[in-house]
Structures are given as structure tokens and as C-alpha cells.
């Protein structure tokens, strides 16, 4: 996906069963989504941890926060509580909208090509606009390289 293009729909339920949209998550600017593989494992504890620590200056900026994993909601409920995480967490389990944008598919694993959750992230604006996709990234530090980008 390409900056310009639109996003696709979704309605997805998060951690509490609420079924979520593009329009009741974005803030005023959009909705930073991101990917990642399954909770409470070392990289996506510290991306998550990073994007609740910087989602305060998202929201001022702007951008709301929402992860998006394959895990249900028991494990988005224990995640969010033992890392005291500050937006909603969605469940794709059959990694069917996920793969619309992307985020699963084929990766590169220690050398062996196999199927899995590709990390991403995606900015969204409230029209549906996609501003900016980060694809296959590295967890640390990835939180402040989103803001840096979105706020200029």
C-alpha cells in the first residue's frame, strides 16, 4: 500500500469484544495502526510499550493508537493490563484483514522464508486516506520513528 491510497474498511473486535472502526478509533488527523505478531513476547512488549509511552504526543498531534494482532481477546485483556497499555488492541485471528494490508504474508525468518505476521504499521486518516505505511519494521525504536514522521 502506497501513501494516497485508501484503506480498507474493517471492523474488528477489540480486547472488551467491541467491534471497532476506522471511524469511532481515529482522532482528528487519523489513526496510527500497528501490526505486530502476538502479545506479551519481548519485541511486541517493547513496541507496545513504546507506543503507550509516546501516545500522549500522538494525541496531541493528532492520532489515536491501536494494535492489531491474531491473539483474542483474554490475551489482549492480560497484556493490556500488565503492561497498563493506553488504546485498544484488535484481533485478526484468521490474519484475514491483516493480509489485505500487508501485515501477513511471506517474511524472511532466520534465513527460512515462512507465513507469518508481518510488522507494520499504518497511518490512517479519518477519510480512509492512507498517509504513510511502515512495513516489516524492527520493534525498538520504531514508536519515536512514527512520531518523528507524523509530527514535523
Known amino acids: 500500500m502506497d501513501a494516497g491510497q485508501r484503506f480498507p474498511d474493517f471492523e474488528l ?3 472488551d469484544g467491541k467491534v471497532r472502526t476506522l471511524a469511532d478509533l481515529a482522532g482528528s488527523k487519523g489513526l496510527v495502526l500497528y501490526a ?3 502479545d506479551d513476547t519481548p519485541g511486541c512488549t517493547i513496541e507496545a510499550k513504546d507506543f503507550r509511552d509516546l501516545g500522549s504526543r ?4 493528532g492520532f489515536e493508537v491501536a494494535g492489531l494482532s491474531p491473539d483474542g481477546a483474554a490475551s489482549h485483556c492480560d497484556f493490556i493490563g500488565k503492561y ?19 501485515a501477513f504474508g511471506e517474511k ?5 522464508t ?3 505476521v508481518i510488522r507494520s504499521t499504518f497511518a490512517v486518516a479519518p477519510d480512509g486516506t492512507l498517509i504513510r505505511a511502515w512495513h516489516n519494521v524492527r ?10 514522521a507524523l509530527v514535523q
Open 13 to 15: 473486535p477489540d480486547q
Open 58 to 61: 500522538l494525541r496531541e498531534a
Open 114 to 116: 515462512v507465513e507469518g
Open 108 to 112: 524472511m525468518n532466520y534465513g527460512k
Open 139 to 148: 520493534a525498538k525504536g520504531h514508536a519515536q520513528r512514527v512520531l518523528d
Open 36 to 38: 505486530y505478531p502476538k
Open 84 to 102: 497498563g497499555l493506553s488504546f485498544p488492541l484488535l484481533s485478526d485471528p484468521d490474519r484475514s484483514f491483516m493480509a489485505s494490508i500487508g
